[in-house]
């Protein structure tokens, strides 16, 4: 039996559920439950937050998942990748309010900015030689400049209508992402084989639909 952690409820779950029965795996679907098996393949799945899915499957409580590469990145774990997945693709973004008078990159010199990707964020600033300060929050990004706690955000933007709804202005793209397939190094034999059928599986998914 392999396990396999996805999102339990955000961007990434629906594609993530898709993908898992396109690949001919069935299992019932109880929105209550945090965990269900596979009536047809050797698959028990896990519904987490996605911030925890990295470290779940570095620690082998989960064998497998299926994460954002924002996350996966940010928090240090790319060497978890086996795969790019092609679906749920965003980017994190820099937003400002939209009645700013934005320029360029070095207006954000000093000011505040509210974020959950602290680590991809300070890479890119200090990359373009900006200086700013970065707080750390974990959700609810978009209503920090309303309500006075930074100046900008970095935040995931998809079809970019948080941002319109929250009076912001994308100004700066700081990273591409999209899903990807995750897996512990150490999986027994019997998993890496269960894996290897999945994989199979998922590229006749991908090729189905090119
Ligand atoms: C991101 C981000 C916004 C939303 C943007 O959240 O924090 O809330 O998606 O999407 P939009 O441009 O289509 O409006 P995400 O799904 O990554 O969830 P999380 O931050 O709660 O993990
Ligand atoms: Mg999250
Ligand atoms: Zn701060």
Request: charged share 20%.
């Given at each position: 039996m392999l396990r396999i952690a996805i999102q339990?409820?955000?961007?990434?779950s629906e594609d993530s559920l898709k993908l898992i029965k396109e690949c001919g795996i069935s299992f019932i679907n109880?929105?209550?439950?945090l965990k269900t098996e596979s009536t047809n393949f050797p698959l028990e799945i896990l519904y987490l937050r996605d911030d925890d899915i990295p470290g779940y499957v570095a620690d082998g409580v989960a064998d497998i998942g299926i994460v954002g590469e924002n996350v996966l990145v940010e928090e240090g774990?790319?060497?978890?990748?086996?795969?790019?997945?092609?679906?749920s693709k965003c980017r994190l973004s820099l937003a400002v309010p939209k009645g700013d008078n934005y320029q360029d990159?070095?207006?954000?010199?000093g000011k505040n900015i509210a974020t959950s990707y602290p680590k991809l964020l300070q890479a890119y600033l200090s990359e373009k030689g900006v200086e700013a300060h970065i707080h750390t929050i974990s959700g609810s990004v978009e209503i920090a400049p309303s309500i006075g706690l930074a100046d900008a955000i970095c935040d995931i933007v998809s079809s970019g209508s948080t941002l319109i709804s929250n009076g912001l202005k994308e100004v700066e793209r700081v990273f591409k992402s999209q899903a990807v397939l995750i897996a512990n190094k150490e999986l027994s034999e019997e998993k890496r084989q269960i894996l290897e059928k999945l994989l199979f599986r998922i590229h006749a998914v991908q090729r189905a639909q090119r």
């Open positions: 339990k409820s955000g961007r990434l109880s929105s209550l439950k774990m790319q060497h978890l990748a086996v795969e790019q997945l092609g679906f990159i070095s207006d954000l010199n």
